[in-house]
């Protein structure tokens, strides 16, 4: 049988994946079977929308229910105790500066299963986390994108 590969994964992204699980498999569904009841007493189901949204949107929460539950299985909490500011590594917050433009950008390295870029978390296998991996500040990294080569300089690294 083959080995299964861990999910590398800092111990903010363990921690908001378990209140997601919880929230999902309480509020969220408590919810959903609210809106399911409510479409039921509507009567008629064959040609109820509102019926059809909510067992969507029950699927929707159950697939990922099961999904979180598989990573949470497979994960490998990166201590980030011993974290410096000498490289880049999982759970820095780096910031880049585009060497052209000049403009910079603040970015938190994550394993793959937290990646958000609304709260820029970007994966460590993304193009910009495997040039930046392992690298110190100072460093100018080439990325390549489907419009080119850009090339960004590390800036700073946090903890």
Do not use: C, H, W
């Amino acid at each position: 049988m083959a080995e299964v590969k861990k999910i590398q994964m800092t111990k903010e992204g363990f921690d908001e994946l378990q209140e997601e699980l919880s929230r999902r498999q309480t509020e969220d569904t408590s919810k959903i079977i609210d809106k399911i009841n409510e479409a039921k007493a509507q009567g008629d189901l064959s040609e109820n929308s509102e019926y059809d949204e909510a067992r969507a949107e029950q699927a929707a929460n159950a697939q990922r229910i099961e999904e979180i539950k598989t990573i949470l299985k497979n994960i490998e909490i990166v201590d980030d105790s011993d974290l410096t500011t000498d490289k880049v590594a999982l759970g820095s917050i780096v910031t880049l500066q585009n060497t052209a433009t000049k403009e910079e950008y603040k970015y938190k390295l994550v394993g793959a299963a937290e990646v958000d870029f609304r709260k820029k978390k970007i994966s460590e296998s993304s193009p910009v986390g495997k040039a930046i991996a392992n690298q110190k500040k100072g460093k100018t990294v080439s990325v390549s994108t489907p419009n080119g080569v850009i090339k960004y300089k590390i800036v700073k690294i946090e903890k």
